[in-house]
């Protein structure tokens, strides 16, 4: 982490009035330019911020992930707003995801997202046509919504949809759990929260897969 390059970092915070404090943050450099300017109550827990993310480099996240993906690369931009408060925010704006790229470490599954937009409205998130490409390039794709009544609760309904599309691929990690390589096509709907989920539909496992799970 201590070698990953991020830029120059601002950090201007201060308080005019007691319990009050107006912020502003920047990073550039480093394939990075980000603005982000707000405002925050603590008695009331109010937030007011703004950002303005020309271009973010997300390959040094990748200490932070690094048991379950490897090889992330990409970029993230967009304009978001947060009104509300810490309790009950209100997010609105657009966020997008440019040459995403990674390999899961649990299924050693390479995988790419070339270009996709999440739309941020209130307290949910639509996803819509979001395409994931594994190796070969074959598709998955994901649409729906993930609610977000405060920022630790998380609710979704999502529906995936693949053709053909490796799920697991060839051993690359010791601690890798399945491994195949293991190719579906499938039609599932996911729905749930951060204590459990529900997933229905249908999943065709092709002729020439084959997989290993690893118990422990």
Do not use: C, W
């Amino acid at each position: 982490f201590l070698q990953s390059q991020f830029g120059d970092l601002m950090v201007d915070v201060h308080s005019d009035e007691a319990g009050k404090y107006i912020a502003k943050l920047g990073i550039q450099g480093a394939g990075n330019d980000v603005l982000i300017n707000g405002d925050y109550e603590a008695e009331s827990g109010a937030i007011q911020a703004k950002a303005a993310i020309r271009s973010f480099n997300i390959d040094p996240l990748s200490p932070f992930v690094k048991s379950f993906v490897d090889s992330l690369k990409g970029t993230l931009s967009g304009d978001v707003e947060v009104k509300g408060t810490t309790d009950q925010p209100e997010i609105n704006g657009i966020l997008t995801v440019d040459s995403l790229n990674m390999i899961l470490v649990t299924t050693g599954t390479p995988i790419r997202v070339p270009k996709a937009d999440l739309l941020l409205e209130g307290r949910q998130m639509r996803i819509r046509d979001l395409t994931i490409l594994d190796s070969a390039g074959r598709p998955a794709v994901v649409k729906g919504e993930v609610r977000f009544n405060q920022f630790d609760s998380l609710q979704y309904d999502l529906r995936l949809d693949t053709r053909r599309f490796l799920v697991a691929g060839h051993k690359r990690y010791p601690d890798q759990i399945i491994y195949g390589p293991l190719s579906v096509s499938s039609l599932l709907t996911l729905k749930g929260d951060m204590r459990g989920a529900k997933v229905n539909g249908n999943v065709d496992v092709l002729d020439s897969s084959s997989v290993t799970y690893v118990y422990r």
